[in-house]
């Protein structure tokens, strides 16, 4: 690789780290016209995309950078986060398992591999993947939050608290975890500690948006359980606010997605699909998030006739090429 390229592909990292993706994808599209086989440009292209929310486009420069190098564990990593954001939870998983099978002790491959874990609800696999690599590295704050995730959804409280307090230690502009503490706590022993700890972060230090809406919502919910209703929406409005401000939605996507979903069904042929014969009966359930359904499947699943499979996706990934790939 000469200078000149060196010195370019430079320029492009330094503008990815200060967030000018557009810059990024421009000027990789231009450098890879003449250097196909560089497979840093395209991961880092295909991340550019992904932080813009062109997942499709993304999948296909990571495809790329893995063609070009097996063991470019970066792209693999990235690749699964892509197909994790498009719900294909089976082929991110395999992702995740490769790059951990090229190195055990890639940090973030058990971290996204843990929060996978959570997403389908396996949260016992979740904490052996996020104790590992907390082993591995203790600086990673977004760990102990989403481990203080993974034993709230076992029941495990108190570990929670603990994990997430250790958190705090290490950083307290981490109000992620303030929030989540907020959510275990109601009017116990630490509580109003807590609350004074988090008022003094609002009034002392220098925070993003994102850190003072959790620290809204989380002081609105303490507020909430003290029975201080005005003091809970005062500060329930602030966070929604400012929550506000930051969000970035376009009507005009979600009506050309729901179009396109009606369509691929109105055009669906039932009749000319095979009709398969099982020896099992299965059991759907169905259901908005939080409606209860984990807890269906847990009391149904706790029969010996039955077997849990988890969050499937085989419906999502039948309709998906149809519906989203060329959405």
Same mark, same amino acid.
Request: aromatic share 10%.
């Given at each position: 690789?000469?200078?000149?390229?060196?010195?370019?592909?430079?320029?492009?990292? +330094?503008?990815?780290?200060?967030?000018?993706?557009?810059?990024?994808?421009?000027?990789?599209?231009?450098?890879?016209?003449?250097?196909?086989?560089?497979?840093?440009?395209?991961?880092?292209?295909?991340?550019?995309?992904?932080?813009?929310?062109?997942?499709?486009?993304?999948?296909?420069?990571?495809?790329?950078?893995?063609?070009?190098?097996?063991?470019?564990?970066?792209?693999?990593?990235? *690749?699964?986060?892509?197909?994790?954001?498009? =719900?294909?939870?089976?082929?991110?998983?395999?992702?995740?398992?490769?790059?951990?099978? %090229?190195?055990?002790?890639?940090?973030?491959?058990?971290?996204?591999?843990?929060?996978?874990?959570?997403?389908?609800?396996?949260?016992? #696999?979740?904490?052996?993947?996020?104790?590992?690599?907390?082993?591995? +590295?203790?600086?990673?704050?977004?760990?102990?939050?989403?481990?203080?995730?993974?034993?709230?959804?076992?029941?495990?409280?108190?570990?929670?608290?603990?994990?997430?307090?250790?958190? *705090? =230690? %290490?950083?307290?502009?981490?109000?992620?975890?303030?929030?989540?503490?907020?959510?275990?706590?109601?009017?116990?022993?630490?509580?109003?500690?807590?609350?004074?700890?988090?008022?003094?972060?609002?009034?002392?230090?220098?925070?993003?948006?994102?850190?003072?809406?959790? *620290?809204?919502?989380?002081?609105?919910?303490?507020?909430?359980?003290?029975?201080?209703?005005?003091?809970?929406? #005062?500060?329930?409005?602030?966070?929604? =606010?400012?929550?506000?401000?930051?969000?970035?939605?376009?009507?005009?996507?979600?009506?050309?997605?729901?179009?396109?979903?009606?369509?691929?069904?109105?055009?669906?042929?039932? #009749?000319?699909?095979?009709?398969?014969?099982?020896?099992? =009966?299965?059991?759907?359930?169905?259901?908005?998030?939080?409606?209860?359904?984990?807890?269906? #499947?847990? %009391?149904?699943?706790?029969?010996?006739?039955?077997?849990?499979?988890?969050?499937?996706?085989?419906?999502?990934?039948?309709?998906?090429?149809?519906?989203?790939?060329?959405?």
């Amino acid at each position: 690789m000469n200078q000149d390229i060196q010195n370019k592909i430079k320029i492009i990292s +330094d503008k990815f780290k200060n967030k000018d993706f557009n810059y990024v994808i421009n000027k990789s599209k231009i450098l890879l016209k003449k250097n196909l086989d560089n497979d840093f440009l395209w991961n880092i292209q295909g991340l550019s995309l992904q932080y813009k929310g062109d997942y499709i486009k993304a999948k296909k420069c990571f495809k790329n950078a893995i063609q070009i190098n097996s063991k470019n564990i970066a792209a693999i990593n990235n *690749l699964g986060n892509t197909y994790k954001y498009l =719900k294909d939870f089976t082929k991110a998983e395999v992702c995740f398992q490769d790059l951990l099978e %090229i190195n055990p002790n890639y940090v973030n491959g058990l971290i996204n591999l843990g929060n996978l874990k959570i997403d389908l609800n396996s949260f016992d #696999e979740a904490i052996l993947y996020l104790n590992k690599a907390l082993k591995l +590295d203790k600086s990673i704050e977004a760990t102990y939050s989403n481990l203080g995730n993974a034993y709230m959804g076992i029941g495990k409280f108190q570990e929670a608290r603990e994990i997430l307090q250790a958190a *705090l =230690k %290490i950083n307290p502009l981490l109000t992620k975890a303030d929030k989540m503490l907020s959510d275990l706590n109601k009017n116990e022993e630490g509580t109003d500690l807590h609350l004074n700890q988090m008022l003094s972060k609002l009034r002392e230090l220098s925070l993003n948006d994102e850190q003072k809406v959790n *620290l809204y919502f989380a002081i609105a919910k303490i507020y909430d359980d003290k029975k201080n209703f005005q003091k809970s929406f #005062e500060f329930l409005l602030n966070g929604n =606010k400012l929550q506000r401000k930051n969000i970035t939605y376009n009507t005009k996507n979600y009506k050309k997605l729901s179009s396109s979903i009606k369509t691929y069904f109105s055009n669906f042929e039932y #009749e000319k699909k095979t009709t398969h014969i099982h020896n099992k =009966k299965i059991i759907f359930i169905l259901g908005m998030p939080r409606s209860g359904t984990t807890l269906t #499947e847990n %009391i149904i699943s706790s029969h010996s006739k039955v077997a849990s499979l988890g969050e499937l996706n085989f419906i999502g990934n039948q309709i998906r090429p149809a519906v989203i790939d060329n959405f």
